[in-house]
């Protein structure tokens, strides 16, 4: 019901930059709230950032100042904006988000987008 498409991964220099968007379209009545995931090769995936409904944010400790999340309601996009990229930084990227749909309160996982930060 609720299509989650990621953009913006790509390869950059330890330093860099990049910006994700997710661009939620459907049926959504309303969201709980957005973030984003990130899995590396061999690790579990793990929670990097996160925005509610009233705007609260949250941040894994390894992103903490360096990556920020935002989000346009109207537009029903999230933003993840990564500066200072490590190589530790390069996975799999993955937008989430719970949305109120018509049959209630959904779970959904976005396709992926590949960062890599490498010299």
Do not use: H
Not at 38 to 50: D, F, I, S, Y
Not at 100 to 118: A, I, M
Request: net charge positive; proline share 3%.
């Amino acid at each position: 019901q609720v299509q989650l498409v990621e953009s913006g991964g790509g390869l950059v220099q330890p330093g860099g930059s990049l910006r994700l968007s997710c661009v939620a379209s459907g049926s959504i009545f309303s969201i709980n709230y957005m973030g984003w995931y990130r899995q590396a090769p061999g690790k579990q995936r793990e929670l990097v950032a996160k925005i509610t409904s009233g705007g609260t944010t949250n941040y894994a400790d390894s992103v903490k100042g360096r990556f920020t999340i935002s989000r346009d309601n109207a537009k029903n996009t999230v933003y993840l904006q990564m500066n200072s990229l490590k190589p530790e930084d390069t996975a799999v990227y993955y937008c989430n988000g719970v949305f109120g749909t018509n049959w209630g309160l959904r779970n959904y996982w976005g396709q992926g987008t590949q960062v890599t930060v490498s010299s």
